[in-house]
C-alpha cells in the first residue's frame, strides 16, 4: 500500500466522487454529485491545501483523505484548515488504512506548516484520539451531532516519526 497524490490518479476521481457523496452528501446543502466530481477535480491541481491523498494498493484505490480549507460552511468560523472525507473501501476496513491515511495527512499538514488541523466526526472519535487529536467541541451540523476535534502536526509527526516526504508521491 502506498498514500499519493490525487492528481497522479485523475481516473479515481468519478468513483471516489460517488463515494464520498453517498456517505457524507446529506451533510451539505447544494453538494451534488458534480461538485463533488469538481472539488476533487481541483484536489488533483496541487498538492498544496486542498488537496487529496489517495491509498493505493497496485492500481486499486483503498481509500482517501482530503486535506481542506473548510469542511462545512457552517463550521468555518472555528477557522481551519480541516481534515476530511477520510474514506475506506468496506472491504479494505479493519486493517489500518484509515490509521495510514490520516497519519499521512498530519505529515502532508506538518510539511505545509500548518499549525492546527482540526476535524469533525460523526462517529469516529475514539479512533481519531488514538490517533494523537483532542476534542474541542461537541456541536450540530444540520441537526446531526458532530464532535470537532484538532491535531498540531509538528507536534505528531515529531512525536511519532511516522511518514517522510518519501513515503508519498505527487503528480508531475
Keep these: 500500500m502506498r498514500i499519493e ?3 497522479r490518479h485523475p481516473a ?7 463515494w464520498h457523496h453517498q456517505e457524507w452528501g446529506a451533510l451539505y446543502d447544494d453538494w451534488t454529485l458534480d461538485v463533488a466530481t469538481a472539488e476533487l477535480a481541483d484536489h488533483a491541481t496541487r498538492t498544496s491545501v486542498p488537496t487529496t491523498l489517495l491509498l493505493m494498493d497496485g492500481e486499486d484505490l483503498l481509500g482517501s483523505v482530503s486535506l481542506l480549507v473548510e469542511d462545512a460552511p457552517a463550521l468555518q468560523d472555528r477557522g481551519g484548515p480541516w ?16 490509521r495510514l491515511l490520516v497519519d499521512a495527512a498530519v ?11 482540526r476535524l469533525f ?31 498540531r502536526p509538528a507536534d505528531r509527526v515529531a512525536h511519532t516519526g ?11
Design 5 to 7: 497524490a490525487i492528481g
Design 121 to 151: 466526526t460523526l462517529w469516529h472519535e475514539q479512533f481519531y484520539a488514538s490517533l494523537g487529536w483532542q476534542a474541542e467541541e461537541r456541536t450540530s451540523l444540520h441537526g446531526t451531532p458532530v464532535v470537532i476535534m484538532s491535531i
Design 12 to 18: 479515481c476521481i468519478e468513483s471516489l466522487a460517488r
Design 162 to 172: 511516522v511518514l517522510s516526504d518519501a513515503v508519498w508521491t505527487t503528480h508531475d
Design 83 to 98: 481534515l476530511g472525507s477520510l474514506f475506506v473501501r468496506p472491504e479494505a476496513r479493519g486493517r489500518g488504512a484509515g
Design 107 to 117: 505529515a502532508h499538514a506538518a510539511r505545509e506548516d500548518v499549525q492546527v488541523l
